[in-house]
């Protein structure tokens, strides 16, 4: 192996500490060693994807195996698992308490492994939520930190005698989290935390913990996991009299992990989440050699700016740089988590929320982002869904299809008052998470003419296209506007994408023909 250069990454981050990195690479080797059969291809970061929660099909993993054909079949490459380790459940998996065990609740590691091998079977790569940022207050090796003192786990997370430090560092939950640190009585100390107070950061300035990390990413990948979310990617590295995010030991890290992993198998993928303006977020594709995608968090708001405006004017201004060869940016209408607005302005905010956040259990972070389906979102228009789409399909980037939004479904208020009582915090996100409603995908499915049927059937043709005629999808667009309209053309090898999409709510004329009220329209010639 040549190990040269993560050496050289581990010594700027952590002199000295030669023993834990040699260690590291010892494991490796007999890792190596180990590993039987043929190895899995290089990450294809052009597949589309689809981002679900494992709980939400039947229960677990074996529910969602029954559930591979019919993804497969959207013209979906890409499967994003949300967090299914070990956990509470306080905030759907993001507390994870063993970063070594598929939550039992899920099936456990041998249903994971059955899951797999089916989506493998189907040429469905697979992207894992980790997260590496912060873990539950009831994982051991915090356990073991509040019990005693001269633990080496004490050293594993943030304490302090006062709760002052890192004043700067942004409150992630305003309106629910009132303070990053949190006292405990049994260690007697305040720990820092940037999400809910039950998640404790962890202390990467510790090279146990980022070796530790290592671990968990390489076990992961021998077991067959194709890809890495990065879960709050930004704020791994602490430091006083800054906000303690985006600091330069946060890429150091990244290039770490990325580059133990492709010791393993070249092209492994490191998807960052770093809610950052453009400039920020290429900071962490590096020079392809740290993440190999990055959510497109300032793009997202646009969507949701030009369908309140019907106006496509916002688009244009969409900054989608070109990136490193193997990467690529990934692309949403909406996710998991809230339609966030941290990267426009406070008057563009307060609009949108204004425009978007029709009822109170939609606004979050004291109105600062809403939640809801997509569906209901949009006034339960299936027309508006579908547009949606071919806005997403129009501009340049990895389109990410969030669970449920391809049949429709609605806000599920009683999973959010049941969630929140459950928790002990009303978050609005919980009011677009929960089971997937398998009844109404059998009507998408059975009946065109029922308004989840038109979504189902115009958004899967959407990803089938994108599937066949990837080259043409994944070329740069020419955008141009005429009035309400928004016309994309990409032009490959003598054959042309056109897709047109009329944000108005009246009638347009476009290259594609009439377009009515919230219509759009795709051809391929």
């Not at 993440?291 to 793009?299: I, M, P, Q, S, T």
């Not at 994944?474 to 994309?488: D, F, H, K, Q, Y």
């Not at 897709?499 to 108005?504: E, K, V």
Request: hydrophobic share 40%; with cysteine; glycine share 8%.
């Amino acid at each position: 192996m040549n190990t040269a250069y993560i050496r050289n990454l581990w010594n700027s981050l952590y002199p000295g500490e030669t023993e834990i990195f040699n260690t590291l690479l010892s494991e490796f080797e007999i890792s190596l060693a180990a590993m039987t059969g043929p190895k899995r291809p290089p990450f294809d970061e052009k597949g589309s994807v689809y981002c679900l929660y494992p709980d939400c099909f039947d229960g677990g993993f074996t529910g969602a195996e029954a559930r591979l054909d019919y993804i497969a079949d959207l013209g979906i490459r890409t499967l994003w698992i949300l967090p299914a380790l070990e956990s509470p459940g306080r905030d759907q998996g993001f507390d994870i308490s063993d970063y070594t065990e598929i939550d039992s609740r899920f099936g456990g590691n041998e249903v994971f492994a059955g899951f797999l091998k089916k989506a493998h079977s189907l040429n469905l790569q697979t992207v894992f939520d980790v997260a590496i940022n912060h873990c539950s207050d009831k994982h051991s090796w915090f356990q073991q930190a509040i019990a005693d003192p001269e633990s080496p786990y004490r050293d594993y997370f943030i304490w302090s005698s006062t709760g002052t430090e890192y004043a700067d560092a942004p409150i992630v939950f305003s309106g629910m989290v009132d303070s990053n640190w949190e006292w405990n009585e049994q260690a007697g100390a305040y720990y820092f935390h940037r999400f809910y107070p039950f998640q404790p950061d962890l202390n990467y300035a510790n090279p146990a913990v980022t070796a530790e990390m290592i671990r968990t990413l390489k076990n992961w990948k021998i077991a067959g996991v194709d890809g890495f979310r990065m879960d709050a990617a930004h704020m791994l590295w602490k430091k006083e009299g800054t906000d303690s995010e985006n600091l330069p030991q946060v890429h150091i890290i990244l290039k770490i992990f990325r580059a133990f992993l492709d010791l393993l198998g070249e092209g492994s993928m490191l998807l960052a989440e770093a809610n950052q303006p453009v400039a920020g977020m290429m900071d962490y594709f590096g020079s392809g050699d740290e993440c190999r995608g990055a959510f497109h968090f300032v793009l997202m708001p646009k969507f949701w700016q030009a369908m309140a405006e019907e106006s496509p004017r916002q688009l244009l201004t969409a900054e989608i740089p070109d990136l490193p060869e193997s990467c690529a940016w990934f692309t949403y209408i909406r996710l998991h988590d809230e339609v966030t607005l941290d990267v426009v302005s406070p008057n563009e905010r307060k609009e949108l929320v204004a425009y978007w956040a029709d009822k109170p259990v939609r606004l979050f972070k004291e109105g600062e982002a809403f939640s809801g389906r997509l569906f209901d979102l949009l006034q339960q228009n299936p027309e508006r869904v579908i547009l949606a789409y071919h806005l997403l399909f129009a501009l340049k980037g990895t389109p990410v299809l969030y669970y449920g939004d391809e049949i429709a479904m609605h806000d599920n208020e009683e999973y959010f008052h049941r969630t929140s009582e459950e928790t002990g915090y009303p978050d609005a996100r919980f009011l677009h998470r929960g089971p997937f409603d398998n009844a109404r995908a059998l009507r998408a499915r059975q009946d065109e003419t029922t308004p989840e049927g038109k979504v189902y059937r115009g958004v899967r043709g959407l990803f089938r296209l994108r599937n066949e005629e990837e080259e043409l999808f994944t070329a740069n667009p020419e955008l141009s506007v005429r009035g309400s309209l928004l016309i994309s053309r990409r032009s490959v090898g003598g054959k042309e994408l056109l897709i047109c999409a009329n944000l108005a709510g009246t009638e347009s004329n476009s290259p594609l023909g009439m377009l009515g009220p919230y219509g759009s329209a795709v051809r391929v010639n």
